[in-house]
């Protein structure tokens, strides 16, 4: 048929990267999904072999294809440990936007991400009037944690426990800056990213309370955009690219040495996927601000010799630390978050038993398989309780997410922090 023969052209994209897989299995021992399911369709081998067979004529299913392959945590624990150097993010990043091309964007999907997330001021609003009547249809789940869960079961919600959009973003406390550099002699520009500005805050302003105490200047550009993400695993690369044009209109206006971001998903986004996935036209400009773009930890201690504080009056804790996937797998930035903790008194780091395992989060993952992503995210949990320790550091506001939830239905009495937010809590004390 000819729609098939023109979806095998399509695939066919990506010919020179499949070939690469030698079918080795090394996958299958370090994939949370297949770990929980035991299904060769769940590992990359078996993702990729559906791939090959649709570029091959083989057999003609492609909404079951796609179904595989957003079946993926996109952890990149396969890529990390695969000895052929499988670009396995990029191909099924590729892959996903071919097949949503081919066969369209189911009609709710389509409403969110052209219509609400394509839109930087509209989603801003919308979000607003959310938190404004989130309290009708939400209650406190643990104070500790400082999660919530619906007042009435929902089929969307189920029975997860959630942390609730902040009162007042961070857009809306800080206005735009562009400071010079101090004595640091170092200016940053700052990506807030969607979670950190509608729920996570605080990390943002402790981020900013460091950078002035480190005299370090400051370039934070209005209207800023979701970095894409989400559009793009969900194969939308329309919405992608218009997310990055805006983002890069708005970062290419500033001077700066450094673009920085307390997220890892974003870190791993600017800093990978824009300059893969950028059009012709965005492709260099793209690919020269990911050189770079940061993950905040990163740069406070390669650049900005971050140093220990000597404050007598901060409390005492035991700090354990999660690995984010797209931090450790992706950056190779796991030493700096704890070089953090490290520099902030009274903090005492007792490592978990397998501290860069998946926590199971994956963005859209959770909402189209949360049994699957609440088995991995316990296995977490456990790690966590198991450690003794009083608060879970992470510098990934997915995984701050899933981790709540997953601690939170444990009854766990184990607060969750990025590690900037340690250590401007020091500042303050």
């Known amino acids: 048929m000819a729609s098939m023969e023109t979806l095998a052209r399509l695939m066919r994209e990506l010919e020179d990267q499949l070939v690469v897989c030698m079918k080795c299995g090394m996958c299958q021992s370090v994939c949370p999904v297949f770990d929980q399911t035991g299904r060769e369709a769940d590992v990359t081998r078996g993702k990729l072999a559906l791939l090959s067979g649709l570029m091959e004529h083989i057999f003609d299913d492609p909404e079951g294809v796609h179904r595989q392959l957003n079946k993926c945590l996109l952890c990149g624990s396969c890529a990390a440990n695969c000895p052929s150097g499988v670009s396995v993010q990029e191909i099924f990043l590729k892959a996903r936007a071919i097949l949503s091309g081919f066969m369209g964007l189911p009609p709710a999907k389509r409403l969110i991400l052209r219509g609400m997330l394509a839109n930087p001021r509209l989603f801003d609003h919308l979000t607003a ?52 550099a101090g004595t640091s002699g170092l200016k940053v520009a700052l990506f807030t990213g969607c979670l950190i500005d509608k729920i996570f805050p605080n990390i943002a302003d402790s981020t900013l309370k460091i950078l002035d105490h480190l005299e370090v200047g400051l370039f934070l550009p209005e209207n800023q955009a979701c970095c894409g993400i989400p559009a793009l695993a969900s194969g939308d690369l329309a919405t992608f690219r218009k997310l990055q044009a805006h983002n890069l209109k708005l970062y290419t206006s500033g001077e700066f040495d450094y673009l920085v971001t307390a997220c890892a998903t974003c870190t791993s986004t600017l800093h990978e996927v824009w300059p893969q996935m950028a059009d012709e036209r965005h492709r260099d400009t793209a690919a020269r601000l990911a050189r770079r773009t940061m993950d905040i930890n990163q740069f406070l201690i390669q650049e900005a010799s971050l140093k220990p504080l000597s404050n007598s009056a901060a409390g005492g804790c035991t700090v354990t630390y999660h690995d984010p996937c797209h931090l450790k797998k992706g950056l190779h930035v796991f030493s700096e978050p704890r070089a953090v903790i490290a520099a902030t008194p009274g903090c005492t780091l007792k490592e978990m038993a397998q501290p860069d395992v998946c926590c199971g989060m994956g963005g859209s993952f959770n909402l189209q398989y949360y049994d699957i992503s609440r088995d991995i995210g316990q296995l977490k949990a456990a790690q966590i309780q198991a450690s003794g320790a009083e608060v879970l550091a992470t510098g990934c506001p997915a995984c701050m997410l899933q981790v709540s939830d997953m601690l939170s239905q444990a009854a766990a009495q184990i607060k969750v922090r990025h590690p900037v937010e340690l250590y401007a809590a020091a500042l303050d004390a």
Request: hydrophobic fraction near 40%; include cysteine.
């Open 129 to 180: 009037w959310g938190a404004k009547f989130q309290h009708l249809f939400t209650r406190s789940a643990n104070e500790i944690i400082g999660t919530s869960c619906a007042r009435v079961m929902s089929p969307l919600v189920q029975d997860r426990h959630f942390k609730t959009l902040a009162p007042v973003p961070f857009h809306r406390q800080a206005a735009a800056i562009d400071r010079p």
